[in-house]
């Protein structure tokens, strides 16, 4: 089954929404903080630069935005696991936000290397 772009797109804004609602629950010391700004940011500009990506002017343009859409989840990924490491957020849902993004890793680089 293949993807389209608007499904990928709707993953990425749910997947943004739920790092976002997630974040918002971090606490509210130095760690959770610093954690929960980067991965805000990390989480939320996936789905920005793949609405980028669409819009791009040529192959190369689109293989830029998406590879940095493909960064922001990675930066995601691991953000999630320091976080899960030291105990913090709800740690029911890490996984569920670590098995999404792993998804869209894999969703991104396959369709990076397509349109090589």
């Known amino acids: 089954m ?9 993953r990425l804004v749910e997947f943004a929404a739920h790092i976002a609602l997630f974040c918002k629950k971090l606490p ?6 610093y954690y929960g700004n980067q991965l805000l940011r990390s989480g939320g500009s996936s789905a920005l630069n ?3 990506a669409q819009g791009a002017n040529s192959n190369k343009d689109y293989i830029n935005k ?6 922001e989840l990675k930066e ?3 953000n999630l696991k320091v976080l899960h490491k030291v105990g913090y957020g709800n740690q029911s849902q890490i996984p569920l936000l670590l098995d999404e ?3 869209l890793i894999k969703i991104m680089a396959t369709i ?3 349109k090589k």
């Open 66 to 71: 998406a590879s940095i859409c493909l960064k």
């Open 2 to 10: 293949s993807v389209k772009k608007f499904d990928l797109e709707n």
């Open 50 to 52: 793949f609405g980028e």
């Open 101 to 103: 993004v792993e998804q």
């Open 28 to 33: 509210k010391d130095m760690v959770g903080q």
């Open 76 to 78: 995601s990924r691991v």
């Open 112 to 114: 990076i290397k397509n």
